[in-house]
């Protein structure tokens, strides 16, 4: 993340780090990646069960080290009832490594946003291995092939995809989204929630690939969001900690939803409340937030974070959870400078998407 | 003639009403601890205010806050055993995870873990085993269980593996109670079984309490059936109250919500009931609550079941008030039950929210004159101040941008402004004091539908239509008249992530209750239990 504000780097997760996490996730989550709930009780169960993760700061990986991200893949409705076996979310990693035949030494985060933000906690403690403090895209998106490791050119495959039942299926494809497209038949077959692990590297590979300090920083916009610890304006002390801006508060007016291809779609109205008073804002999403837009005119878009967090609390509300009368305050924080090379653009800016609008990020970003 | 009760924590309010739903008595007394004997005092005072013929009432209907205190007392709670149907999936958190260890405590708490469960699509993810279900059964028994709640994966769309489940423990454990997820809770797994687990450590109690409210209502010499208030506003026979206590747990703010309605005349509003300590917001469509959508703890249990969806604010007749001028704040923290020492209007030392009604002559409490001296501007400012916040809060709770009437209940309605921006005019009904009990009296049953549907392309219509018409369905079985069920709320989320057009889709349907002699909830033979009350 090309925060301005530096988090506090993290050398462990706990069961205080867990909840934080969770808090902070859902924010970096932009309206989607899933309820962190089930991924935190997941987490401290093992945690509990094992003891702490060792966090590995993503400057101190050795070259050659082995590093697998693990993740959830599959609709997160159906996650909060199957939940997952005890030892599936180490099973990915495994299965993986035995196809490999290497010697796994870092488990990692796909996504810092949402449920996946704590399921790799629960496979390093499963698995006894310590947690890179980094992920795969520093925020959330819908499709496997949209980390930043597509553009520094780590494969998603081969590619381990698991069930509760014992099943797995390793997948060898010709592109990340070939990966992306067949990955997601076998988990639709699995019962629509499956564990997988991918996009094997080294070190020197995670550390030209891996956005570096997400768990630190998403435990510590969690703390910042514990209940009385932001002051009066969360929003815009979330805002700075991700040295972003908060560009409307406003009220939720109207959300309309539909689905297409699998994906909840919708857009949100926002009537501009305090200081944006008499102005009216719209958010479309699938999923994660992607366009805020004024009067016709595009404020913002994806690959940047848009964030609607509720105004009073600053807690992170999801797109599902969008209604009538929140008071929101939008908040938009800069993505990784690699997304916004030509080649991250295409790969998740509105076009990426089906939006017909070029992309607008936040300005002052170091590149 | 009906009869309503609301067994509230303090008081208990009782009403008698005439066919036509008008208010012919009204009472309110201190709640006892001995259920039986708090219905018997209230329908003594009944007779007291009007004489009324026992063998002319036609119903009587009871809401409680009995069971949900049990639980956060952690009171005479059976000793209960969780079984969960999915292994091999799930075991990474297994039952009671995240409760309180104080209530693990309380319920005796054992975890058991079997195969069985289903796929979100229908399809099994492991056989039931009948033999590990009996050697579980055995280290129940082995363990004193004296009830089981039996929760399987994605049971809300297929309840197979739960019913048959059930059947092998009742062979082996004949005496202890089984509840079941699929009647209690929605999808959510680990909020369904938390429900159906603190459902089944109340069904002792619920049959105890059940009993006790039975033979006061008999020894009244009424003989008409009993029917408990559920959380959603719809009612429930003696029967089903025995299994599914936790369908009582909100029943508080739904009976008063309801109330409201009637006592208003009007059925789609915002209903504010201002107490002393918070003012509770909900929202009625068509006469019913608003139902929240997102998971409600109780006694920090997280659980999925129907509750409604309730705003509150800390702003009461106890709040106090500080500051002067612009900088005039009011709650959230309130003097609460002392508000008879503290307030200035009863020789108190504290400014509170009534004070500053009696001094803007909005209420006549206590002596007037101890309040003459308080600054006009501060007055005026404090009031506003309620307005601002009960506006909000209003605001808040609208699905929509069209207006909302508001009704006004509860002792401190007096605080609230004759109109609030953005709604409009307040209405304050008459009888006001007894709305919970009015709320209780209004019999309508329900039935719901709850589940995932495959919708292929071009079938939305049939989809939504087979779903509307088990819901209607569930309502008769429950007692409704077949001519007066109305579908009430149609909810249809496509599940994201998934393609193949997965839906969930909730239906509710409600009807009026048939009162006809020989009815299918008539109280002496306990007609079937519909699936959801």
């Not at chain 1, 925060?3 to 902070?24: F, K, T, Y």
């Not at chain 2, 005439?18 to 009204?26: F, P, W």
């Not at chain 2, 969780?82 to 995240?98: H, I, K, N, Y």
Request: proline share 5%.
């Amino acid at each position: 993340m090309s925060s301005a504000v530096a988090s506090r780097q993290l050398r462990e997760v706990g069961l205080d780090e867990v909840r934080a996490i969770s808090r902070g996730a859902a924010v970096l989550g932009t309206g989607g990646g899933g309820d962190p709930h089930i991924g935190a009780l997941m987490a401290a169960a093992a945690v509990r069960a094992h003891g702490p993760v060792a966090l590995t700061p993503l400057a101190e990986l050795p070259d050659d080290a082995v590093v697998l991200p693990v993740a959830m893949m599959g609709a997160p409705t159906v996650m909060v009832e199957k939940i997952p076996s005890a030892d599936q979310v180490g099973r990915a990693v495994d299965v993986l490594t035995r196809h490999l035949g290497l010697r796994v030494t870092h488990v990692a985060c796909i996504e810092a946003g949402g449920v996946n933000s704590l399921v790799p906690v629960a496979a390093a403690a499963e698995l006894g291995l310590p947690l890179v403090d980094g992920d795969g895209m520093g925020r959330a998106f819908p499709e496997l092939q949209q980390v930043l490791l597509t553009l520094t050119g780590v494969r998603a495959t081969p590619m381990a995809v698991v069930d509760e039942k014992g099943n797995c299926a390793v997948l060898d494809t010709v592109d990340n989204r070939w990966a992306e497209r067949l990955a997601r038949s076998v988990t639709i077959d699995m019962g629509c929630s499956a564990m997988i692990s991918n996009y094997a590297m080294d070190g020197a590979a995670a550390r030209r690939g891996l956005v570096p300090g997400t768990i630190s920083l998403a435990a510590s916009l969690g703390a910042l969001l514990e209940p009385g610890a932001a002051g009066d304006d969360p929003a815009g002390a979330v805002a700075e900690h991700l040295g972003g801006r908060v560009l409307a508060t406003a009220k939720v007016v109207d959300v309309e939803r539909r689905t297409t291809t699998g994906f909840a779609r919708g857009t949100a109205v926002l009537e501009g409340s305090g200081e944006h008073a008499g102005s009216t804002m719209t958010v479309d999403f699938q999923n994660e937030n992607l366009v805020l837009r004024a009067g016709g005119r595009v404020l913002a878009t994806a690959p940047d974070l848009i964030c609607l967090l509720d105004t009073a609390t600053g807690a992170a509300i999801t797109t599902e959870q969008l209604r009538f009368g929140h008071r929101v305050s939008a908040v938009v924080a800069p993505c990784d400078p690699r997304w916004r090379t030509p080649e991250g653009l295409a790969l998740a800016g509105p076009a990426a998407f089906g939006y017909p609008d070029d992309a607008v990020l936040l300005e002052g970003v170091p590149a | 003639m009906r009869i309503g009760i609301d067994v509230g924590g303090t008081n208990t309010d009782a009403v008698l009403l005439g066919d036509d739903d008008a208010v012919l008595a009204a009472v309110k007394s201190p709640t006892t601890s001995d259920v039986s004997s708090g219905i018997t005092a209230s329908l003594a005072a009944l007779q007291g205010v009007r004489a009324f013929d026992p063998s002319g009432v036609r119903a009587v209907m009871i809401g409680t806050t009995h069971f949900i205190n049990a639980l956060v007392e952690a009171n005479r709670l059976a000793p209960t055993a969780a079984l969960r149907l999915g292994l091999p999936a799930t075991a990474a958190l297994p039952p009671m995870v995240d409760w309180p260890q104080r209530l693990v405590t309380a319920v005796s708490g054992r975890a058991y873990l079997a195969h069985g469960g289903h796929e979100f699509d229908g399809r099994t993810i492991s056989a039931l085993d009948p033999d590990e279900l009996r050697r579980h059964a055995a280290d129940m028994a082995a363990h004193g269980v004296r009830s089981v709640a039996i929760t399987s994966v994605f049971s809300p769309v297929n309840t197979e593996f739960e019913l048959r489940a059930a059947e092998v423990l009742a062979q082996e454990l004949p005496d202890v109670a089984i509840s079941l997820s699929h009647q209690i809770g929605r999808i959510g797994l680990l909020e369904r079984e938390n429900a159906t687990i603190v459902n089944a450590a109340l069904r002792e109690l619920a049959s105890d309490i059940v009993g006790g409210l039975f033979a006061a209502v008999a020894g009244a010499g009424i003989d008409a059936p009993i029917y408990l208030s559920q959380n959603d506003g719809t009612l429930m026979d003696v029967e089903h109250a025995r299994r599914y206590p936790v369908s009582t747990f909100a029943s508080g703010p739904t009976n008063s919500m309801r109330g409201a309605a009637v006592l208003s005349g009007v059925t789609t509003c915002a209903v504010v009931d201002v107490g002393g300590t918070t003012s509770d917001v909900g929202v009625l469509t068509r006469g019913f609550p608003r139902e929240a959508t997102t998971e409600v703890s109780v006694a920090g249990i997280r659980t999925n079941f129907r509750m409604p969806d309730v705003l509150s604010i800390g702003i009461g007749g106890g709040s106090l008030v500080r500051g002067g001028g612009s900088s005039v704040t009011v709650g959230p923290d309130s003097v609460g039950y002392r508000l008879t020492e503290r307030a200035l209007v009863f020789g108190g030392d504290t400014v509170t929210a009534t004070d500053i009604a009696v001094a803007a002559g909005r209420a006549d409490i206590g002596d007037a004159s101890l309040v003459a001296h308080l600054d006009p501007s501060v007055v005026k400012a404090a009031l506003a101040r309620i307005a601002a916040d009960v506006a909000d809060a209003v605001d808040r709770m609208r699905t929509s941008s069209q207006p909302l009437p508001v009704v006004a209940v509860g002792g401190g309605s007096v605080l609230l402004p004759d109109h609030l921006a953005g709604s409009g005019e307040v209405l304050r009904p008459e009888n006001f004091a007894v709305a919970n009990a009015i709320g209780a009296a209004i019999a309508q049953v329900g039935g719901e539908v709850d589940r995932v549907f495959t919708i292929e392309p071009g079938r939305r219509g049939d989809v939504l239509e087979a779903a509307r018409a088990e819901a209607v369905e569930r309502a008769v079985a429950n007692g409704a008249v077949p001519s007066s069920v109305e579908v009430l709320e149609i909810d249809e989320v496509p599940l994201p992530y998934l393609p193949g057009g997965a839906t969930r889709i909730r239906v509710k349907a409600v009807g009026d209750l048939s009162l006809a002699p020989g009815a299918a909830s008539d109280r002496r033979e306990p007609a079937a239990v519909g699936t959801r009350g």
